[in-house]
């Protein structure tokens, strides 16, 4: 009897694994799809806010609004995309806001400035963020950045601008053109004197137009030839040199910075304070987004990036999506310029230096 009993539990035992392992299977195959599902019924029907770290007109705000018409299509549920522009303090304001107030549902992603990453690094007490924490999207682009001066001031090359003084145009005192200008001017020995207070680079180049300011330290080549792309090529504007990850090949006559150094130290100080431009145009989301939804996003973002309509849509605003990097790659980028040496951090912190060294208009 007790044999009976003992073989009957074992059986029933067997069949209950059996079912369960079935069970386990269909749900395994199922749950993808579910998920897919739960993120297209969130979405449905919703918009999704686009925060633009940056005033209207410029480089960003076009990337912003070129993305904006094609995301949306790649997302589960195909939510509205609307840009919204938040430039304040440098682009500081829509990351902190992205980090400390936005919703944490997946219906906010922002455009940060690609220095905004950096901030904590120079320990700037505005950066009300862990970069860490942030959910990063991906970028379509990197970028490289020129040094450029205006056809009517008396600089015309390097030498000049180590001998002359030239009035260079900035936003914020903390800002991505005062600290590149206070950068050359320390590793290059030039003698930008650097005026703020523009609201964004789209009034800085109304101010290169009319005389009041003569040369700009950080504009991106991709901007440059999208927003005035008659300048370069009509002899408006010339490039004292070029720097980022490495040479852009449309400037080929354009000296790169890199190799107008001749030591190692302001070698590696220059490689760490470009970092910024190998993230590109970075997009994120706050901190705590719904894991299903934030792979959506992260895919959503990956797919726009390849996709063959919005590599045309690039084409046609004549701005550069050919060198897109993941989330995952953006992480990576980060790390390791937070892992700079202390002595390279230090000598940047000392340069940054947010409120000195830079007149207001």
Aim: charged share 20%; with cysteine; aromatic share 10%.
């Amino acid at each position: 009897m007790s044999r009976r009993l003992g073989y009957g539990l074992a059986e029933d035992l067997r069949r209950y694994a059996a079912l369960l392992v079935a069970a386990l299977a269909i749900l395994g195959y199922f749950a993808p799809g579910a998920r897919a599902d739960d993120v297209a019924a969130f979405y449905q029907g919703k918009d999704i806010k686009l925060l633009v770290s940056a005033t209207v007109g410029g480089g960003y705000d076009i990337y912003a609004r070129t993305l904006a018409k094609h995301l949306g299509e790649h997302i589960p549920g195909h939510p509205a995309v609307i840009p919204q522009n938040m430039p304040a303090a440098g682009g500081l304001a829509a990351a902190n806001y992205t980090y400390n107030a936005a919703p944490r549902d997946g219906t906010v992603i922002c455009l940060l400035q690609n220095t905004v990453p950096l901030e904590p690094f120079y320990a700037n007490k505005q950066a009300q963020f862990d970069v860490t924490k942030l959910s990063w999207l991906g970028t379509p682009t990197t970028e490289v950045a020129v040094y450029l001066v205006w056809h009517t001031s008396k600089i015309r090359t390097l030498q000049d601008a180590q001998t002359f003084e030239m009035i260079t145009g900035g936003v914020g005192a903390a800002s991505t053109p005062v600290f590149y200008g206070r950068v050359f001017n320390q590793i290059l020995g030039m003698k930008a004197r650097l005026i703020t207070g523009y609201p964004g680079q789209n009034e800085l180049l109304l101010a290169l137009e009319n005389g009041e300011v003569e040369a700009m330290a950080s504009p991106f080549w991709s901007s440059i030839k999208t927003s005035r792309p008659n300048w370069y090529p009509q002899g408006k504007i010339r490039f004292l040199f070029q720097y980022g990850a490495e040479p852009h090949p449309e400037l080929k006559d354009v000296p790169f910075a890199l190799d107008l150094l001749r030591n190692e130290a302001d070698e590696a100080l220059l490689i760490a304070a470009s970092a910024p431009l190998a993230l590109g145009r970075p997009f994120i989301a706050p901190p705590g987004v719904p894991a299903d939804r934030l792979a959506a996003l992260r895919s959503a973002m990956t797919a726009t990036f390849n996709d063959a309509q919005f590599r045309a849509d690039c084409e046609k605003q004549r701005i550069e999506c050919n060198d897109p990097k993941t989330g995952a790659q953006i992480e990576t980028l980060i790390k390791q310029a937070y892992a700079t040496s202390e002595d390279i951090r230090k000598r940047l912190i000392d340069i940054y230096q947010p409120g000195s060294g830079a007149e207001s208009k």
